[in-house]
């Protein structure tokens, strides 16, 4: 096996492991629990691309393909999916509708099988075989591979280079396979650095109730999901320009256009949770007299907010609070509307 962190996945073949997969959770949720918490930024450090990620979901398309879409068009996310071939042939409209909704298809094999164990005409047939599948069902030709599991060889990888795939494995495992928490699943994700490439899996509820606190903390970095480069295997921007400004650590907060006054450092806390509704309390150093922008993911709504004076752009999810004499902690209730797992983004701090 070709990995770093040791795992790979298929979520229906790991179930024997399960009892020393729930001791290991075990072990490692108290660590794990605190992060996702607090978002903290300074100005400019979120509004643009600073790095970009590869989400990846194996094993698709499956029955709850559509409602994995719906969550990543709620958070604006564009994502690569390595698809499985058969799958593909079973539901082909479901392939089609990860195209539409500004997905990446990669090829995963024909039936998620150990190819390393194949000769060469047969690694061959397989990858065509998905390749035909994927291109018949979405007019798109794969330009990636995963081999399952993780596993490859030389061989392997000169068949896929052959016809036209760069292989491409992961650098982060999410564990989602292997029965990882929502907030594990968040705590893994917190691990992505600019151009690296995450491991996760179409039809499991804790990846997709995990998709908006991942892009919370990305956010929060400055990192925005993007493509995988067929040529080198990172993560790049969208249309495919590697990012200009490859951070190796959190964004210092330095903006590209300084603002007309001076600069503070927001922080957000979440006091308060409830079933359809939480409380945000934001902090402000370095001013008092300050502008703090904050975003939220639809369709979380604000419906309160205090110690501050708000405005709002024309989308309705871009709050602008000013200081306005209470002091330097304003506060909001967000409502959820569905989506239980997003927090709002602080874009910019500024004073005067
Ligand atoms: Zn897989």
Redesign the pocket.
């Known amino acids: 096996m070709i990995s770093s962190t040791g795992g790979s996945?298929?979520p229906s073949r790991s179930r024997a492991s399960r009892l020393t997969v729930r001791l290991a959770v075990l072990a490692t949720t108290v660590a794990l629990g605190a992060v996702g918490v607090a978002v903290s930024a300074t100005p400019s450090s979120a509004a643009a691309c600073n790095g970009y990620v590869g989400l990846t979901f194996?094993?698709g398309p499956t029955g709850s393909t559509g409602a994995l879409l719906n969550v990543l068009r709620a958070n604006n996310v564009r994502a690569t999916m390595f698809n499985v071939g058969q799958n593909v042939q079973g539901n082909p409209s479901a392939a089609r509708a990860q195209v539409d909704a500004g997905m990446w298809i990669g090829n995963?094999s024909w039936n998620?099988a150990h190819m390393t164990s194949m000769g060469q005409s047969q690694m061959q047939s397989d990858l065509s075989q998905t390749n035909s599948a994927i291109q018949s069902a979405t007019g798109v030709r794969p330009q990636l591979f995963r081999p399952?599991y993780g596993e490859t060889n030389s061989t392997l990888q000169s068949v896929a280079s052959s016809l036209g795939m760069r292989q491409v494995i992961w650098d982060v495992d999410s564990q989602d396979w292997n029965g990882a928490s929502v907030s594990q699943i968040v705590s893994n994700a917190g691990r992505l650095q600019n151009g690296q490439v995450i491991l996760m899996h179409d039809g499991i509820q804790n990846t997709r109730d995990a998709i908006g606190q991942i892009m919370a903390n990305l956010n929060s970095r400055g990192l925005c999901p993007g493509m995988i480069s067929p040529s080198t295997g990172r993560a790049v921007a969208p249309d495919g320009t590697p990012p200009t400004n490859p951070p190796t650590t959190p964004p210092t907060g330095t903006p590209t256009t300084p603002p007309a006054g001076g600069t503070c450092t927001a922080t957000a806390t979440y006091p308060n949770v409830w079933g359809d509704r939480y409380n945000t309390s934001v902090t402000v150093q370095g001013g008092s007299n300050w502008t703090v922008v904050v975003a939220l993911t639809a369709p979380q709504k604000v419906n309160t907010t205090w110690n501050g004076t708000p405005s709002w752009d024309s989308s309705g999810y871009v709050m602008t609070m000013r200081s306005n004499g209470s002091g330097n902690t304003f506060g909001f209730t967000t409502m959820m509307n569905g989506n239980s797992g997003a927090r709002p983004q602080i874009r910019s701090c500024t004073t005067g």
């Open positions: 996945g298929h194996d094993d995963h998620h399952p």
